[in-house]
């Protein structure tokens, strides 16, 4: 059976769209820690793999999406084991206008990204993490209540992060409207949304509300090598 392209979408976003990004070492692959914290082994990774993976990951802690039978092997450290699901955009209705309030956020909003993503906490969000691009949010007397953009991007498929919106507006509706206008501008570009949600978020029933569609469990998980 041949692989999907969401089996693992950072090892292949790594190889493909995000190639600029990549630091490599054999079969390891990462991006730069202030992008995103992500990297990517073989699912049936061998001893060379993870030394290759202990090489590019230094002093940093990688996070790996991987099936949930994944097991990390000694000499690692684990700080996060989660379970993770991820849906496809099969049924989302991305019709209509883009709505007067929401903005393009790029690389002069960063200060306010983190300001909200500190906040609010989404999901990693770094400093250059707005390299992705595709990033829209509502912006009220100067300040972002709220926001959405583009992550790992293979082939076919651009993922939906950081989802977010201050405590004080939330309940208007801002990221159903947000995660709209971002699939919106990916199914203009010619590709399909997707996107994850860890297991017990309660924001995976306004995804399924809006149309999105389970596609596979996985699991993230957070590893660093231990140190002597």
Partial sequence: ???HPLDDPIGLALRT???HHALAKGTALRYPSDVAPFGSIPFDATDDDWASLATI???DTIAMFVPSEFRVPHGWQTHLDLGLTQLTDDDVDTCGERLSDIVDLDETDVTE???LTSLTRPGPFLPRTVEFGGYVGVVENGRLMAMAGRRLSVPGWVEISAVCADPEVRGRGYARRL???VARGIRLDGDRAFLHVAHGNPAR???EAMGFVVRRDSKVVDVSPSRA
Avoid: K, Q, V
């Fill in 1 to 3: 059976m041949n692989a």
């Fill in 17 to 19: 769209r995000h190639a």
């Fill in 57 to 59: 990951a230094g002093a």
């Fill in 113 to 115: 990204m983190l300001r």
């Fill in 179 to 181: 995660i709209t206008e």
């Fill in 205 to 207: 029933g306004l995804y």
